[in-house]
């Protein structure tokens, strides 16, 4: 084993560490906007760079430039107009950036929903880079499904339908602003058994137990988001008593998962189709812990994904 020498008080310090910010998501979802707030609050911004030379830019050669940027936070916007780009090149990225020590690397999606995505085109006339030939609707919708494998590998998700520039700049610096304390990103995912467990779940909770809108043509089509889902489920007598349970045990957990040092923690929740009570319970646990003053967030991984039928008792 060879040993390196003791480190000289006098000498040069070693860089400090890179923060890399790596922004997606759907076109017309506020990247540029993003990119503008980042900026405002200290990072500096690059957009639409080849991935061939994110690495490059991350990890200057020259030495002057590696001293300029050491320490310095960066934001660099990604989407479907990037050279290069390909989902699988861009979670290579990610990869690379961690595995060279680049510091915190984060990734960072932005979404909106269709409706509000196909407004922004009409009022700005501005044409979505996948509908050159086709109408706003169909390159949102290939977007979304070219888009979808990211938006599961994102730390973070913001959902921009109805959200103000100042709030958006409000939830950035919360989040990733230069001066901010190190806190734990907790992310509630709900998903449906049959389409497997999230691989980057550290704790999973099954909540096939509780009565199951499926069931009722009404509520078969709509979400566990949806008002009339939330009321059915709410009437199920187990649902107090295991969101009671489940908030007691994890909250305390929070806090010594910081204290470790970790950043993010994902907890799913699963039901048989990931549409209804998997979607309820995720959104009620996320809004529990941010009453208690926690980073904490649903997402739904399987909510717009189809799975087989569900048959009796599941």
Do not use: W
């Not at 300029?68 to 990225?93: C, N, W, Y």
């Not at 100042?166 to 602003?177: A, Q």
């Not at 449906?192 to 999973?204: I, T």
């Amino acid at each position: 084993m060879v040993s390196s020498a003791p480190s000289d008080p006098g000498s040069a310090t070693e860089p400090i560490p890179q923060r890399v910010l790596l922004i997606t998501g759907m076109s017309g979802a506020g990247k540029t906007s993003a990119l503008k707030a980042l900026e405002d609050i200290g990072y500096d911004t690059v957009d639409h760079l080849p991935l061939s030379l994110l690495p490059r830019l991350v990890t200057p050669t020259d030495s002057h430039l590696a001293d300029e940027a050491a320490g310095r936070p960066l934001a660099v916007g990604i989407d479907v107009r990037t050279r290069d780009f390909r989902v699988d090149a861009v979670l290579r990225e990610v990869d690379h950036l961690v595995t060279m020590g680049a510091g915190e690397v984060r990734l960072l999606f932005l979404d909106c929903d269709d409706e509000q995505l196909r407004r922004r085109y009409t009022e700005t006339r501005h044409r979505h880079p996948l509908a050159a030939d086709r109408p706003v609707a169909d390159g949102i919708d290939l977007e979304r499904r070219l888009m979808f494998p990211l938006r599961a590998h994102a730390d973070m998700v913001i959902d921009t339908s109805g959200l103000r520039l100042g709030s958006l700049k409000r939830i950035l610096e919360s989040h990733f602003g230069v001066d901010r304390k190190p806190e734990l990103s907790v992310f509630v995912t709900s998903f449906s058994y049959r389409l497997g467990l999230p691989r980057e779940a550290d704790l999973v909770f099954d909540v096939r137990f509780l009565a199951n809108p499926h069931y009722d043509p009404v509520l078969r089509d709509k979400t566990g988001l949806d008002e009339p889902v939330a009321q059915y489920i709410e009437r199920d007598e187990g649902l107090m008593p295991f969101l009671d349970a489940l908030t007691r045990l994890i909250a305390p957990l929070l806090p010594r998962y910081t204290a470790e040092g970790k950043s993010y923690l994902t907890i799913g929740v699963g039901c048989t189709g990931g549409r209804h009570r998997s979607v309820f319970v995720a959104h009620a646990l996320a809004s529990r812990l941010q009453a208690l003053g926690f980073s904490a967030q649903a997402r739904h991984r399987d909510v717009t994904r189809r799975t087989a039928p569900v048959e009796a008792g599941q």
